[in-house]
T-cell receptor, first 111, second 115 residues
Framework: SQKIEQNSEALNIQEGKTATLTCNYTNYSPAYLQWYRQDPGRGPVFLLLIRENEKEKRKERLKVTFDTTLKQSLFHITASQPADSATYLCEGPNAGNMLTFGGGTRLMVKP | EAQVTQNPRYLITVTGKKLTVTCSQNMNHEYMSWYRQDPGLGLRQIYYSMNVEVTDKGDVPEGYKVSRKEKRNFPLILESPSPNQTSLYFC??????????????FGPGTRLTVL
């Protein structure tokens, strides 16, 4: 079955460093992937979309890559801040018009 | 303000007592969707709707019903709730068909506990 997977272990980094989160997909080739941020008890909020024919997208301190050979998208936050601490979700299309999310990766940025 | 609203935000009920969680969006979006979020399982799509009177099953539709009589509303119905439906539920909407790389806008969530 088509799957999107993210590292379920929390990522702990020091303030000012670059955080890199991984999203892997299996058994299909999504036309795009989207990244969302979710704070505890709240709904996800859209951050970036990247299409399969785009290698890289940037928005302020955020960067997303899409590698169709590795079947992977990487999400980077440069100069990370404690306020970036949250869970980050990867989402892509699924069969028909369904949408599927990875399990999310929790990022903790320590001052 | 453009938003997706859900009601109630919190609900504690008992097994077998029918309930409805409402969802409304004011952005004239075509696509609406319901998700449940459970620890370790992430967000899973329950049902989605591409337009009025068009609904389809997602990954985990068992025990749920939906309807889309108006474009702005997409209620989630639990005819006979069971404890395994205790979860955090999110409604979301997006402008297009969902398959066209449309960003989803999420509601604030409904925390449901079934005793």
């Amino acid at each position: 079955s088509q799957k999107i997977e993210q590292n379920s272990e929390a990522l702990n980094i020091q303030e000012g460093k670059t955080a890199t989160l991984t999203c892997n997909y299996t058994n299909y080739s999504p036309a795009y992937l989207q990244w969302y941020r979710q704070d505890p008890g709240r709904g996800p909020v859209f951050l970036l979309l990247i299409r399969e024919n785009e290698k890289e997208k940037r928005k302020e301190r955020l960067k997303v890559t899409f590698d169709t050979t590795l079947k992977q998208s990487l999400f980077h936050i440069t100069a990370s801040q404690p306020a970036d601490s949250a869970t980050y979700l990867c989402e892509g299309p699924n069969a028909g018009n369904m949408l599927t999310f990875g399990g999310g990766t929790r990022l903790m940025v320590k001052p | 303000e453009a938003q997706v609203t859900q009601n109630p935000r919190y609900l504690i009920t008992v097994t077998g007592k029918k309930l409805t969680v409402t969802c409304s969006q004011n952005m004239n979006h075509e696509y609406m969707s319901w998700y449940r979020q459970d620890p370790g399982l992430g967000l899973r799509q329950i049902y989605y709707s591409m337009n009025v009177e068009v609904t389809d099953k997602g990954d985990v539709p068992e025990g749920y019903k939906v309807s889309r009589k108006e474009k702005r509303n997409f209620p989630l119905i639990l005819e006979s709730p069971s404890p395994n439906q205790t979860s955090l539920y999110f409604c979301a909407s997006s402008p297009g068909s969902g398959g066209a790389a449309d960003t989803q806008y999420f509601g604030p969530g409904t925390r449901l506990t079934v005793l």
